[in-house]
């Protein structure tokens, strides 16, 4: 019976000229059809009439990191990067060798056309020479020609293979550059905290070494206690700690944006903004979901993995088939090296051959093309979810963090308040200076965690941005470029 179904397949294939491949069908999206929009999804951000930079209900796909990201130092890290970056040279080098792969298989589909040029000598033992000639020679000069007659498909859909895994390369380099434009954008921020936190710290270390040498000289004047000392001093030497930890972070991370750059980072780099004035577009529409299979780069690759598997079973279910070749020759030949060349010395071979499996590995091919097919619909299905869930978070984080810093300038500002006042009350005496350390170290702290806050936002602000598809052109209005663009 299953015979009988290829055989009913292949009188198809031979009436329409088309492949054995099975009819592709895109596997249903296994995500909702809409992203969450209550609880932390409720509020996002919008255009207002304030001044602030807004996406006008652009896609972010269509946006250009440009117009995305307004510090012209970054966009002058970002531009070096996708010049230099050696993943992302890699990424389209990938592309230039499935390009080639392509090239070599659709060149099955057309004659193979040799030059030859050869000699050959035999010997035959004496009683089966003519005329006592036991050795004689043959010189051949011609063309020599093979083609494989595709009649069930199978080259072509090796073809089709081959393209499908070209385009998911290409694709894969598109994901790259988009992941590349976003993790230069995010590393930098990281630098950018760093000295934030580093201005605090200093501040902060400033501070406490002043407090330190007061208290000292009052407990040298028998005006405080001991513990008032050793109180204080911890507070300097936390800072001081911290200082060193923070310079060592930094270097790390000008590092890091250093392996992204390809190369060190120049001198002449434009002035740069502080991290609190990024002022990154934060009202880009989110869309719907199916929005996503033609916008995020990952998702399109994963499709066209789906594609080659599905063209590999037409290839698998053609080797059931005969395979029928043709090969020729057409040149001169002569005993004689000289005479090539002269008139009667053409000669032409032409030999067509049939190849019919009869028994042998076709039934396992067939069935290992349909399980790998299996697995590419799993991926593709893996990669719609992740790209939900990448949108989804991003849109959880969009809708809190502006109420969250918020909160916490407003808690800096009562932390700097109240060290004030505690401040105030050790020197009418009524508190200890306990009260005033505390209050300095919740300071300290309260300053860590709003900028590190406030990184957190502008990341999250990038890797949605990313996310949605955004990344891929520079200027927002340019014409997209092809995915194998250089």
């Not at 799993?378 to 984080?397: C, H, P």
């Amino acid at each position: 019976m299953r015979r009988l179904s290829l055989i009913a397949m292949a009188v198809a294939v031979l009436a329409t000229g088309c492949t054995m491949a099975p009819k592709y069908e895109r596997p249903a999206a296994p995500v909702s059809a809409n992203f969450p929009a209550h609880g932390v999804y409720a509020t996002q951000p919008v255009a207002t009439p304030d001044g602030a930079r807004s996406a006008n209900g652009v896609a972010a796909a269509d946006i250009g990191w440009r117009d995305f990201f307004v510090d012209a130092r970054l966009q002058r890290l970002i531009d070096i990067a996708l010049k230099n970056n050696r993943d992302l040279r890699v990424a389209m080098l990938n592309v230039q060798a499935a390009q080639a792969q392509y090239q070599v298989v659709t060149t099955l589909l057309l004659p193979s056309i040799t030059a030859v040029g050869a000699q050959s000598k035999t010997r035959k033992p004496d009683n089966l020479s003519f005329l006592n000639q036991t050795i004689s020679n043959t010189y051949t000069v011609g063309l020599n020609a093979s083609w494989e007659i595709d009649l069930f498909g199978r080259v072509q859909s090796m073809r089709n293979q081959a393209l499908a895994k070209y385009f998911a390369t290409a694709y894969a380099r598109k994901a790259a550059e988009i992941s590349l434009v976003s993790q230069v954008a995010v590393q930098y921020l990281q630098v950018l905290q760093t000295d934030d936190l580093l201005k605090v710290t200093h501040q902060t270390l400033a501070s406490a070494s002043e407090s330190y040498r007061i208290v000292k000289l009052q407990f040298d004047n028998g005006a405080a206690s001991e513990l008032d000392v050793s109180q204080a001093q911890t507070v300097m030497e936390g800072a001081a700690a911290n200082l060193q930890a923070q310079e060592r972070a930094r270097a790390q991370a000008v590092n890091a944006l250093v392996l992204l750059l390809g190369e060190p980072v120049p001198d002449d780099l434009p002035g740069g903004m502080p991290l609190d004035g990024q002022d990154l577009l934060a009202d880009i529409p989110a869309g719907l979901p199916s929005d996503l299979l033609l916008r995020r780069p990952d998702i399109m690759e994963a499709e066209q993995n789906l594609l080659a598997a599905n063209a590999n079973i037409g290839a698998a279910r053609a080797a059931f088939f005969p395979n029928i070749s043709l090969t020729g020759m057409l040149g001169t030949l002569s005993p004689t090296l000289g005479g090539l060349f002269k008139a009667g010395s053409a000669g032409w071979s032409f030999a067509p051959t049939i190849t019919l499996p009869i028994y042998g590995d076709q039934f396992a091919n067939l069935e290992y093309a349909n399980i790998q097919k299996k697995i590419e619909i799993a991926n593709y299905e893996k990669a719609i979810q992740s790209a939900f869930k990448d949108v989804a978070d991003g849109l959880a984080a969009r809708g809190t963090y502006d109420q969250q810093i918020a909160a916490l300038v407003r808690d800096t500002a009562a932390q700097q308040r109240r060290l004030e006042l505690s401040t105030l009350r050790y020197k009418q005496g009524v508190d200890s200076y306990l009260g005033v350390l505390t209050a300095q170290q919740d300071l300290y702290s309260a300053q860590q965690t709003l900028i590190a806050a406030r990184t957190q936002r502008l990341a999250n602000l990038v890797t949605l941005y990313q996310a949605l598809g955004g990344g891929w052109i520079e200027r927002t209005g340019d014409a997209p470029r092809a995915a194998d663009a250089g």
